[in-house]
T-cell receptor, first 113, second 115 residues
Framework: KNQVEQSPQSLIILEGKNCTLQCNYTVSPFSNLRWYKQDTGRGPVSLTI?????NTKSNGRYTATLDADTKQSSLHITASQLSDSASYIC????????????FGAGTRLAVHP | DAGVIQSPRHEVTEMGQEVTLRCKPISGHDYLFWYRQTMMRGLELLIY????????DSGMPEDRFSAKMPNASFSTLKIQPSEPRDSAVYFCASRLTSGSGGELFFGEGSRLTVL
C-alpha cells in the first residue's frame, strides 16, 4: 500500500534554531517528492521538488534531502524565523502521472520568540 | 496572475442545506483538483478534471457530492444535502500538464461548517 509517513507530528523550536522534519514513504514506483508549506488558514505552497536522481536541493533556508534507496526524505530549516511556523506536508508522486499523489499528514512547526 | 481563487472563504450552514463551493483556476492550467482537508484525515483528493472533463471521481465520498467544470475558468463543488461530517476545509488546485514537475497551485480554501 502506498503510504507517506511524517515525523514528528508537531515540533516547537526557538527562533534562530535549526530543525529537521522527516518523511518516509512506501510509494512505488516513485516519481518525485515535494515538500509543501501550509500557513494557518492558507493553501499549501510548494517549497521544493526532489526527483529520483537528486539527493539535495535548497530553497533559501530550506534544504531538502532524498535517499531513494531507503525511501526517506528530510526537510532542514536553518536559522528558523517566526514566519516558518506552519504545517509542512510531504507529497509523493507515483509514476504513471502527476495525479497519483500520496500526501503525508504533515508536521506542525511552531517557532517561538 | 491572481492564483487559484475560491469562494466563499467561509460558509456556515445547517444540516440539510445545499452548499456550493466555487473555484477559478489559474489561467492556462488544464488540470483542476478538489481536495478536502480535515485534522483526522489530512488532504484527500475528491475529484479532478482535465480540460474540463472529470477524470477520476473515486474520492467523492457519497452521491451527495457533485462537481462540475462547465468551462476552463470555473468549477463548482456541490453538497446536497449537507451533513455535519462534511465540515472541513475544501481546497481547489490547478496545474499544467507539463512543466514544474506537476506542481499543484492551491487556492486559499473554503472552510465549511455544517451545524
Amino acid at each position: 500500500k502506498n503510504q507517506v509517513e511524517q515525523s514528528p507530528q508537531s515540533l516547537i523550536i526557538l527562533e534562530g534554531k535549526n530543525c529537521t522534519l522527516q518523511c518516509n514513504y512506501t510509494v512505488s514506483p516513485f516519481s518525485n517528492l515535494r515538500w509543501y508549506k501550509q500557513d494557518t488558514g492558507r493553501g499549501p505552497v510548494s517549497l521544493t521538488i526532489m526527483t529520483f536522481s537528486e539527493n539535495t536541493k535548497s530553497n533559501g533556508r530550506y534544504t531538502a534531502t532524498l535517499d531513494a534507496d531507503t525511501k526517506q526524505s528530510s526537510l532542514h530549516i536553518t536559522a528558523s524565523q517566526l514566519s516558518d511556523s506552519a504545517s509542512y506536508i510531504c507529497v509523493v508522486s507515483a509514476s504513471g502521472g502527476y495525479n497519483k499523489l500520496i500526501f503525508g499528514a504533515g508536521t506542525r512547526l511552531a517557532v517561538h520568540p | 496572475d491572481a492564483g487559484v481563487i475560491q469562494s466563499p472563504r467561509h460558509e456556515v450552514t445547517e444540516m440539510g442545506q445545499e452548499v456550493t463551493l466555487r473555484c477559478k483556476p489559474i489561467s492556462g492550467h488544464d488540470y483542476l483538483f478538489w481536495y478536502r482537508q480535515t485534522m483526522m484525515r489530512g488532504l484527500e483528493l475528491l475529484i479532478y478534471f482535465n480540460n474540463n472533463v472529470p477524470i477520476d471521481d473515486s474520492g467523492m465520498p457519497e452521491d451527495r457530492f457533485s462537481a462540475k467544470m462547465p468551462n476552463a475558468s470555473f468549477s463548482t463543488l456541490k453538497i446536497q444535502p449537507s451533513e455535519p461530517r462534511d465540515s472541513a476545509v475544501y481546497f481547489c488546485a490547478s496545474r499544467l500538464t507539463s512543466g514544474s514537475g506537476g506542481e499543484l497551485f492551491f487556492g486559499e480554501g473554503s472552510r465549511l461548517t455544517v451545524l
